[in-house]
């Protein structure tokens, strides 16, 4: 076979680089496919995931509404939130009710935290701030309030900061689902047989990682932006486990509840029809 060069974008993220590192630095026998790294921002991934960009990505759960005539979603390597998810945290103590009134800093528009806050609150004044940036800008007192992810769920307390509302937990209450996330997808044009030899392989690479955790940890301990061993630890162990393997018959159903629900809500373009890689 003539080796060929897939493209693989994914977040700049310590679960994310867990998952993705047996494929990307040579620890599985491929069948003579490359795969090529792109790190970017996951608000970045889902806009490139609009125009196409991208062989496979991982990209919002939110975003995946927009791309569904495109892309395949891969039954492995999703981010699920169980009981926990996206968290509001502000500078003093504050009611749910008062964030209709409150300046939100948000990662983006794409993402699937906006949409859950969107489902919660529907009205509220926000502002795009790059994820890493959040809790600077609330505890400045630039915004009022601030929708964190990625490791910030774990590091805001330390910066004397205040929980409001965990949407992961109110999504579990309302649903008794796991909060949906993040996703992996495979473009559709590479045809049936590529895109389940690369779902095969992102499964192999997830296994792997979780067979040598301490070899996988250490390298993705360069992304946790300063999170030591034990910290990125804990936030790989939040949100790569068995549901990540293959997200079975809930984690589907979350996904499909929650797209059809921003839909209903008119926040998505288009009805929810999920295709999934066999």
Do not use: C
């Amino acid at each position: 076979m003539e080796p060929q060069e897939i493209t693989l974008g994914h977040s700049p993220d310590s679960d994310d680089a867990f998952m993705f590192y047996a494929l990307t630095h040579g620890k599985l026998d491929t069948g003579g496919l490359t795969f090529k790294h792109v790190i970017a921002g996951i608000e970045s991934l889902n806009h490139r995931a609009m125009e196409g960009e991208l062989d496979v990505t991982a990209l919002s759960v939110h975003a995946y509404g927009y791309v569904m005539g495109s892309y395949a979603l891969l039954p492995s390597g999703g981010s699920f939130g169980e009981e926990s998810g996206p968290i509001v945290v502000a500078r003093k103590p504050m009611a749910i009710g008062e964030l209709a009134d409150a300046r939100i800093a948000v990662p983006g528009t794409m993402t699937s935290a906006y949409l859950l806050l969107k489902l919660l609150l529907m009205h509220f004044r926000f502002e795009v701030v790059p994820f890493d940036k959040i809790m600077d800008a609330v505890k400045s007192g630039d915004v009022d309030a601030g929708l964190l992810i990625h490791e910030g769920q774990l590091t805001y307390e330390p910066m004397g900061l205040h929980k409001v509302v965990d949407l992961g937990e109110w999504w579990h209450a309302d649903t008794g689902l796991p909060v949906p996330l993040g996703v992996n997808a495979v473009r559709k044009d590479l045809g049936k047989p590529l895109m389940k030899k690369i779902s095969g392989l992102l499964t192999a690479s997830i296994q792997y990682a979780l067979d040598h955790h301490e070899e996988a940890v250490k390298y993705a301990m360069q992304f946790g932006r300063g999170m030591d061993a034990a910290l990125t630890d804990r936030f790989v162990g939040m949100y790569v486990n068995a549901r990540t393997m293959d997200m079975g018959v809930k984690g589907r159903d979350a996904i499909a509840r929650l797209l059809t629900r921003g839909y209903h809500a008119a926040l998505l373009p288009q009805p929810v029809n999920l295709e999934f890689v066999k």
